[in-house]
């Protein structure tokens, strides 16, 4: 990796015009933001542009590119044999290509093809690093002043979830954090990992914690309340509301020690590392990485992804425009999981379970939708969670699982592709998280063989003439 960061970190230096290209979401944006002020620092002349997905358009687009330089970030792994330019940089996590020759060859080198994917040195795309992780590692080999960046790294793999797996991040994810915080753009904290702890008022925070959730107290107000009312803290002050970040430290460490309590088993679960951002003022709603990361979201996931990018780079001025999207973004999440409930919508088969949106959700946000069903008590956390939302090429698909599933041997990347391809459509992504887009009249075929490479993905990694066990309905 250290020898095709340092001949990327040549053919980016070199190029007089760079066409940057990246991903809508949080992990995207933060790539897109340290691709930016890489080459804004650098001097060269570049545009920044913004993509769901890469799909034949795009494709030709970036193979007729006039910049000497098209870099790529947090997409393109996945569709590597159809990019046939010379000058293009890849800093992706997607699971690549298998019809890639899968690792850079002195050709690749020649021709002017750098793809930098932590999948093809032998790490974990899904929780090890992000696609802002490898921009953010390519940036600092450009120039190691680049560290002050690495601190959008942090947000990108927070946004993506990879702190989730281990309740911290690891891997490069976490030297890349140990950089931020020696920068002293990060403080790495201990804490409970809900949701919200700078900008949700109290109850919320509690009321909303999920994954794991907190019995008798989420999705309870009555219960919240009682709890802070028993553990002696006010839920506001001066009459106004007080966050979770806003406690002090004896009030901090009751609650946690109760919840903790209260948590049993999941207790392990729901504690770990927080990553503060120590530039941002708490009630900014950036000040905490899982807050900047959704704002970030609801941002790039509502079509202003160009906003999301401004906050990276510290204008505050976009601020206004991203509080406001911020606020859509939560309606649109409320109303679609009120939506899924209300109507009975979420389905179950014997390996999967799956629902479909049609044009209640839209299709940037279906799989944020889709990760929250299966975090939350109406589902079953033991089989993944498929979701269909309508679109504009077709039904757009989003796939979820636990890592317990992926330990055992599931691979939702290779899932949506395989199945995806079958019924004439096109998908890809990660292990744990993963989507496709396919033609609307076949949804159902399509579910019948995502089950059967669900089980057989599962039944293979099983011991030999064994059988599925914890996949079964319980
Ligand atoms: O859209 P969603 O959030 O469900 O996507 C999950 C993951 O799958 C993302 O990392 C996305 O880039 C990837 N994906 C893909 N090809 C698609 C759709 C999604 O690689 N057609
Ligand atoms: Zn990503």
Same mark, same amino acid.
């Given at each position: 990796?250290?020898?095709?960061?340092?001949?990327?970190?040549?053919?980016?230096?070199?190029?007089?015009?760079?066409?940057?290209?990246?991903?809508?979401?949080?992990?995207?944006?933060?790539?897109?933001?340290?691709?930016?002020?890489?080459?804004?620092?650098?001097?060269?002349?570049?545009?920044?542009?913004?993509?769901?997905?890469?799909?034949?358009?795009?494709?030709?687009?970036?193979?007729?590119?006039?910049?000497?330089?098209?870099?790529?970030?947090?997409?393109?792994?996945?569709?590597?044999?159809?990019?046939?330019?010379?000058?293009?940089?890849?800093?992706?996590?997607?699971?690549?290509?298998?019809?890639?020759?899968?690792?850079?060859?002195?050709?690749?080198?020649?021709?002017?093809?750098?793809?930098?994917?932590?999948?093809?040195?032998?790490?974990?795309?899904?929780?090890?690093?992000?696609?802002?992780?490898?921009?953010?590692?390519?940036?600092?080999?450009?120039?190691?002043?680049?560290?002050?960046?690495?601190?959008?790294?942090?947000?990108?793999?927070?946004?993506?979830?990879?702190?989730?797996?281990?309740?911290?991040?690891?891997?490069?994810?976490?030297?890349?954090?140990?950089?931020?915080?020696?920068?002293?753009?990060?403080?790495?904290?201990?804490?409970?990992?809900?949701?919200?702890?700078?900008?949700?008022?109290?109850?919320?925070?509690?009321?909303?914690?999920?994954?794991?959730?907190?019995?008798?107290?989420?999705?309870?107000?009555?219960?919240?309340?009682?709890?802070?009312?028993?553990?002696?803290?006010?839920?506001?002050?001066?009459?106004?509301?007080?966050?979770?970040?806003?406690?002090?430290?004896?009030?901090?460490?009751?609650?946690?020690?109760?919840?903790?309590?209260?948590?049993?088993?999941?207790?392990?679960?729901?504690?770990?590392?927080?990553?503060?951002?120590?530039?941002?003022?708490?009630?900014?709603?950036?000040?905490?990485?899982?807050?900047?990361?959704?704002?970030?979201?609801?941002?790039?996931?509502?079509?202003?992804?160009?906003?999301?990018?401004?906050?990276?780079?510290?204008? @505050?001025? /976009?601020?206004? !425009?991203?509080?406001?999207? %911020?606020? *859509?973004?939560?309606?649109? #999440?409320?109303?679609? =999981?009120?939506?899924?409930?209300?109507?009975?919508?979420?389905?179950?088969?014997?390996?999967?379970?799956?629902?479909?949106?049609?044009?209640?959700?839209?299709?940037?946000?279906?799989?944020?939708?889709?990760?929250?069903?299966?975090?939350?008590?109406?589902?079953?956390?033991?089989?993944?969670?498929?979701?269909?939302?309508?679109?504009?090429?077709?039904?757009?698909?989003?796939?979820?699982?636990?890592?317990?599933?992926?330990?055992?041997?599931?691979?939702?990347?290779?899932?949506?592709?395989?199945?995806?391809?079958?019924?004439?459509?096109?998908?890809?992504?990660?292990? @744990?998280? /993963?989507?496709? !887009?396919?033609?609307?009249? %076949?949804? *159902?075929?399509?579910?019948? #063989?995502?089950?059967? =490479?669900?089980?057989?993905?599962?039944?293979?990694?099983?011991?030999?003439?064994?059988?599925?066990?914890?996949?079964?309905?319980?």
């Amino acid at each position: 990796m250290a020898r095709d960061l340092a001949s990327a970190a040549r053919m980016v230096r070199d190029a007089g015009t760079v066409r940057v290209v990246t991903h809508i979401d949080a992990d995207g944006i933060s790539a897109g933001a340290i691709a930016d002020i890489t080459l804004d620092r650098l001097g060269i002349e570049h545009t920044v542009g913004f993509e769901k997905k890469i799909t034949d358009e795009v494709v030709a687009s970036v193979n007729s590119s006039p910049e000497d330089l098209v870099w790529i970030c947090d997409l393109g792994s996945g569709y590597l044999s159809q990019f046939d330019r010379d000058g293009l940089v890849i800093t992706d996590h997607h699971v690549p290509d298998p019809k890639w020759r899968g690792r850079q060859t002195l050709l690749d080198s020649f021709c002017g093809l750098q793809h930098l994917n932590p999948h093809t040195y032998g790490i974990d795309g899904s929780f090890e690093v992000c696609g802002a992780g490898m921009t953010y590692l390519l940036s600092k080999e450009i120039d190691p002043a680049n560290v002050d960046l690495a601190y959008l790294a942090v947000v990108g793999a927070v946004g993506d979830f990879q702190d989730s797996s281990n309740q911290r991040l690891v891997g490069p994810n976490a030297a890349i954090a140990r950089d931020a915080e020696t920068n002293g753009d990060l403080l790495i904290e201990e804490d409970l990992r809900f949701f919200g702890r700078d900008t949700r008022p109290l109850v919320q925070y509690l009321q909303y914690a999920s994954d794991p959730s907190i019995p008798g107290v989420s999705d309870n107000a009555k219960g919240c309340l009682d709890l802070l009312d028993s553990l002696g803290i006010p839920p506001k002050s001066g009459g106004r509301n007080r966050s979770w970040s806003e406690l002090d430290p004896a009030e901090h460490d009751r609650a946690v020690g109760r919840i903790m309590e209260i948590l049993g088993d999941d207790a392990r679960k729901a504690y770990g590392e927080m990553y503060r951002i120590t530039r941002y003022d708490r009630k900014s709603g950036l000040g905490d990485a899982k807050e900047f990361a959704t704002i970030l979201n609801s941002c790039g996931r509502y079509d202003d992804a160009p906003t999301g990018l401004r906050v990276c780079r510290g204008d @505050v001025g /976009a601020l206004k !425009t991203a509080e406001e999207n %911020r606020a *859509e973004h939560r309606r649109h #999440i409320s109303a679609a =999981l009120s939506y899924i409930r209300d109507n009975h919508l979420l389905r179950e088969r014997r390996f999967i379970q799956w629902f479909d949106a049609g044009t209640e959700i839209k299709e940037t946000v279906v799989g944020i939708v889709a990760g929250m069903v299966l975090s939350s008590s109406d589902c079953r956390r033991n089989i993944p969670i498929i979701a269909f939302a309508d679109s504009e090429d077709g039904v757009k698909v989003s796939a979820r699982a636990n890592r317990d599933l992926v330990d055992r041997g599931l691979d939702l990347s290779e899932v949506m592709k395989t199945a995806a391809e079958i019924v004439g459509g096109f998908g890809g992504g990660h292990s @744990v998280a /993963a989507g496709a !887009t396919i033609p609307a009249d %076949r949804k *159902e075929e399509f579910l019948d #063989i995502v089950e059967d =490479l669900v089980s057989s993905q599962i039944e293979r990694s099983e011991t030999p003439g064994g059988r599925v066990r914890s996949i079964h309905p319980s």
